[in-house]
Structures are given as structure tokens and as C-alpha cells.
């Protein structure tokens, strides 16, 4: 999510991967949780619209790569799959 830490988080959308690094940043940073609070809906939604722009991207590349994986499949000769 481009934070301070390394967390590995895995969502099935883009509004729930923004509740899980909330929930996340409220469990394991409070100093950014007290900047948070400042902070405006306007000062967050460039935020919000970047989490949900990767989110799109990575699902997007997810996608691409399970088609690609399919594509190699059926280009496989049967003699190549056998060995």
C-alpha cells in the first residue's frame, strides 16, 4: 500500500484493502492514526483514489497473468505436457 511498513494485506476490493490499512495503520501506528485525525476528507481523498488505482492496476495485472497462464496451456503440444 506504499506505507512505512511492509505489510502484506489481500482484499477483494478497493474499498475493503482502504479499511483493512486504516484498521491496520489504528493497530500497528498510532503516530500516523493522530495525523490521520487532522486530517480532511479532502486531504484524504488523493489518498483513497491512489489505493483504489493500485488496487485496479494489481487486479488488472492479476487477470492478464491467469489469461497469459490459460493461453500457454492450450499452446502446449500434448507431446511437450506428457514429459
Do not use: Q
Amino acid at each position: 500500500m506504499g506505507g512505512s511498513c511492509d505489510a502484506k494485506m489481500t482484499a477483494g476490493s478497493a474499498e475493503e484493502m482502504i479499511k483493512m490499512g486504516v484498521d491496520h495503520a489504528h493497530a500497528s501506528h498510532p503516530e500516523l492514526v493522530e495525523t490521520m485525525k487532522g486530517m480532511s476528507t479532502e486531504e484524504t481523498a488523493p489518498w483513497n483514489t491512489e489505493m483504489t488505482r493500485k488496487f485496479e492496476d494489481a487486479e488488472m495485472n492479476t487477470d492478464l497473468d491467469e489469461t497469459v497462464s490459460e493461453e500457454e496451456e492450450e499452446e502446449t503440444p500434448e507431446s511437450e505436457s506428457a514429459e
